[in-house]
């Protein structure tokens, strides 16, 4: 009975740590920013990051004020996409489309 036990605790164990190998590693800080909001695509292929950089120096309540870099990934996990923001606070949501995602104002990127 002890044996059925140990073996069934293994088998659990062998599949939780497939699976978490199975999913994207996005990295939670960028070029010295942390991650600041995300965005997955409806089919969950694709993720938009925004990482906020912090400021030398702000006011209290004033870190959307902040720089950011946002970031395209695949389901891998692998950057596809880069680009630099001056406020994380002007980030608008994602339009997905199976060929692209679009920012208003900021970005349109080809994800095929």
Do not use: H
Not at 8 to 31: D, V, W
Not at 51 to 66: E, L, T
Request: with cysteine; charged share 25%.
């Amino acid at each position: 009975m002890n044996r059925k036990i140990i073996l069934s605790a293994l088998c659990i164990l062998l599949i939780f740590c497939i699976i978490g190998c199975r999913q994207k590693q996005i990295p939670k800080e960028y070029k010295g920013g942390n991650q600041y909001a995300v965005y997955e695509s409806p089919k969950k292929d694709y993720t938009i990051v925004l990482y906020r950089i912090p400021m030398k120096f702000s006011m209290p309540g004033g870190a959307s004020g902040a720089p950011g870099i946002v970031c395209l990934y695949n389901s891998k996990g692998e950057r596809l996409k880069e680009k630099k923001i001056e406020m994380v606070q002007l980030m608008e949501q994602p339009e997905w489309s199976d060929k692209n995602v679009s920012i208003k104002l900021f970005a349109d990127w080809d994800i095929e």
